[in-house]
């Protein structure tokens, strides 16, 4: 059963987000616009994973679903993207059951109700 979406503006070739719980937006239309994408994560109860500030601000003006995990690490190079996320995930994704919002900085993981 799908639980997350994944953003296209985030890795799609990441371990971590490949098995039966995560969905890809570019699986499910590479063009799909922010609001169909909050759309599709509300219709099917799913939290959304993105880089996209318009996320965080949207999730603050209505209820879940759907939630968001807002990663904000910045730039860097993949591996180092991959070996960050890899570290904090399963907290990420505790933190996310209790908030709506999720916001994932380089050195402090926020939860907004």
Same mark, same amino acid.
């Given at each position: 059963?799908?639980?997350?979406?994944?953003?296209?503006?985030?890795?799609?070739?990441?371990?971590?987000?490949?098995?039966?719980?995560?969905?890809? @937006? +570019?699986? %499910?239309?590479?063009?799909?616009?922010?609001?169909?994408?909050?759309?599709? &994560?509300? /219709?099917?109860?799913?939290?959304?994973?993105?880089?996209?500030?318009?996320?965080?601000?949207?999730?603050?003006?209505?209820?879940?679903?759907?939630? @968001? +995990?807002? %990663?904000?690490?910045?730039?860097?190079?993949?591996?180092?993207?991959?070996? &960050?996320? /890899?570290?904090i995930w399963d907290e990420?994704?505790?933190?996310?059951?209790e908030y709506?919002?999720?916001?994932?900085?380089?050195?402090?993981?926020?939860? +907004?109700?």
């Amino acid at each position: 059963m799908k639980k997350y979406i994944i953003d296209a503006n985030l890795p799609y070739y990441f371990s971590l987000w490949q098995s039966e719980v995560y969905e890809h @937006v +570019i699986d %499910i239309d590479p063009n799909m616009k922010d609001s169909e994408i909050w759309k599709y &994560a509300k /219709d099917n109860g799913l939290t959304i994973v993105t880089k996209d500030a318009d996320f965080s601000d949207l999730v603050l003006l209505n209820d879940p679903p759907p939630r @968001v +995990i807002h %990663i904000r690490l910045g730039n860097m190079k993949m591996k180092a993207f991959h070996s &960050a996320i /890899d570290t904090i995930w399963d907290e990420v994704l505790s933190i996310s059951q209790e908030y709506k919002l999720v916001r994932v900085y380089k050195d402090e993981i926020e939860g +907004i109700a």
